[in-house]
């Protein structure tokens, strides 16, 4: 049922049925380090370039998401897939043996956002049982893609974010064919979809100050659609703004009356430990939200500590070639919400 | 309905409302010169750079086709969309002002088809009443992402194609609020989903050759899942073959026992002379597909000439990265059934 402006309240809410997260060896370090399914100690995953070890982990995440759904990939009706770099590589090399139906998709770290929402969309119209939603960033494909040569050893800036090497990947399912399984991670209750939101920053090394307004703009649609405040939410996610984009983003929200320093949270900020793992402001990268959604988010929806999340991952639409030529750096955000399912 | 595999028959099949194409110098020069809506004299579009000038096209497809439609940029529940660029800056800067929630897409050349597949199923889900499909390519941004720099000269292989200066834009409808309006231009009735396919190819200056194998796959994968062949289809229009491609695909199919040489067109083909254009293969792009769709196709569907097509975009899922680094060329296709709305 269309709600509001930009946003879905699904009356048959899909499922989560399983999800799987593969991370990288600083990632692993982290805060969440024990709650992955995979840890990486080998960064290239054994491959002969960067690029290929992030397919890697896009096929790792998907592979084991379906195993712990209890599925094959013939059952997967649908990949909604994507990662940061140019031509969705990481994502068409790394998908390709599972021979499935592929929607290449690129909202950049907010992928993960963009391909829930759309699995989500197409399960409960009914045009397919069972989708698959991932995303993937790897620290070294996107240096080597958006900033510098990693032998160059050059500075970072202090509100510059660390990518994250890592992928997750989630098993949507209809409600209709719920009933012969377990408890499911979560449902999907809704999603609130953003627009490209540009409020003229350009420096693309303080890309959480880039997309905090993104963010902004879509919390604030999501509140109006559905007619909802912070407090409907155990908490309200942000996929990876960093302390400075976080700073911008609980501003502009008290502005408009909202409170939300006791309920934001970003995958950034978590899943890092800033002060011994030099990673300035912050994780970012697709596979920043989607990995702490899969091992950190779900878990405690299932579980029930928390009963209804608001999950909005947030991207820094630029590239290389529009920052050469003095754009500046819009973002975007997606919004889903994530519930608890009682045992019923 | 899901059907087979990899396809969904629509039940309430979504109409195309309004469609606008929108074309470079060279593509008027061409055989259908005549049927663009505007032809630009000026590639750059007035604007600073080749990416601001390919982002000005899409806005403009956009906005005349949401215009044709007698609608608002307010009206479009969603955005569909995606170009050839990294990080798809030609989408994100040129749609932002439209202000609608958009889902960046990327397919390559065949993001027109992804477009219309993810828009359609939107539509018929109820999920939003009216969606904008829409792609773009420009010769210019994509030769400086693809290959060389244009004060180059470079001689471009016989197997090439031209990249395709444009941005085509169809405004899906449901068909629950069809009435009031006039005839549409044509109903989407079907559509099968590609997956990626690899024959191992490496040559980026043949990509006919190696979307071909993705283009064999989807039609016959359609053909199964619909339980059709190419009787059912006054046409089946591929995007971007060429001629090189074409000869694979009619092979490929040849060898099933379908027999296509006198159903099958290709977009590539029908948009330029290759004898005095110098385009080689053929014409390529996002854009390639989508004009020829709102230019040509679209029209014969209205007014008869033909009653249902098979429209099978097709995409090379390569970026420069992967190309140096020795990969193939994977290809990828989406399906649309389009077809003939009588005026009842």
Redesign the interface.
Known sequence: ??KGK?S?AFEHPPFIRAAASIAGKKEGEGPLGALFDIVEQDDMLGQ??W??AESALQKKAAELAIQKAGLTPADI??LFA?D??????AT??G??E???????????CSTMG?AI??AA??V??????RCLALASSHFATAE??FRFPLGYGNQRAYAATWTTTGSGAVVIESSAIEQNAGCPLAKISGIT????V?FGLKDSTNMGAAMAPAAFHTILQHFQDFERDEKAYDKIITGDLGTIGQTILLDLLAKKGYELYGTHMDCGIQLFDSETQDTHAGGSGCGCSAITLCSYILPKLQDGTWKRVLFVPTGA??????YN?G?SV?G?AHAVVLEHVGKG
């Open positions: 049922m269309q930009a879905i002969k370039n690029e290929a009706r649908y994507g940061l770099l140019g031509q969705l590589i068409s090399y998908l390709m599972l021979e499935v139906p592929l929607f290449g998709l690129y909202g950049a963009e929402s759309l969309m197409t409960e119209a009914g045009h397919g049982d080597k893609q979809t953003g627009k490209v540009d639409l630029h590239s290389t070639v529009s030529e754009q819009p975007i």
